[in-house]
T-cell receptor, first 115, second 113 residues
């Protein structure tokens, strides 16, 4: 059984389109995250939800909107896609969201290419 | 902006040698430190964590922490070609409203047969 699963794994789309990525975890974790990894492999936090509540919203354009219908799911919707949005988007989960939380379980990533 | 710094490499070592990967962090209040390994095209996976000053060993891996110098390192003994990957140092950092794991840019390790 896959612990953290994301769909789709690959997205190729045109500038200006809207797309969504879905994530589900079956680990019973309370906290879920979206990270973006750019072409230089830099992994940067975008959002974090704890038990369906948004707790971290980094400096991300308003075109990105996360949604957590329940604590096992975290989706990411992107409006009006731009070339610079091309990246690998990783979903992750952890047991809690405290100061020593460092054990993250990552999904396989969703590679978004904007043409 | 609280930083986690690593040399991007690539660091090339021969098979059987010790690979030494280094990381510095800017937040003096940080209490815990994590090393992730990421193979090309795959997701990061946790391999080590350390909370206390000194060394922590797990198999061929040793994490070393010096809080006074704000320095954490990862040693890989008897390096194998299968260790070739990018190693990411990560530190929980308080952002605008909660803690998130803040990653360095990673060091690419190549172990040559």
């Amino acid at each position: 059984d896959t612990a953290v699963s994301q769909t789709p794994k690959y997205l190729v789309t045109q500038m200006g389109n809207d797309k969504s990525i879905k994530c589900e975890q079956n680990l019973g974790h309370d906290t879920m995250y979206w990270y973006k990894q750019d072409s230089k492999k830099f992994l940067k936090i975008m959002f974090s939800y704890n038990n369906k509540e948004l707790i971290i919203n980094e400096t991300v354009p308003n075109r990105f909107s996360p949604k957590s219908p329940d604590k096992a799911h975290l989706n990411l919707h992107i409006n009006s896609l731009e070339l610079g949005d091309s990246a690998v988007y990783f979903c992750a989960s952890s047991h809690s969201a405290g100061a020593n939380t460092g054990e993250l379980f990552f999904g396989e990533g969703s590679r978004l290419t904007v043409l | 902006q609280k930083e986690v710094e690593q040399n991007s490499g690539p660091l090339s070592v021969p098979e059987g040698a010790i690979a030494s990967l280094n990381c510095t962090y800017s937040d003096r209040g940080s209490q815990s430190f994590f090393w992730y390994r990421q193979y090309s095209g795959k997701s990061p996976e946790l391999i080590m964590f350390i909370y206390s000053n000194g060394d922590k060993e797990d198999g061929r891996f040793t994490a070393q922490l010096n809080k006074a110098s704000q320095y954490v390192s990862l040693l890989i003994r008897d390096s194998q070609p299968s260790d070739s990957a990018t190693y990411l140092c990560a530190v929980p950092t308080y952002t605008n409203s909660g803690y998130a794991l803040n990653f360095g840019k990673g060091t690419s390790l190549l172990v040559t047969p």
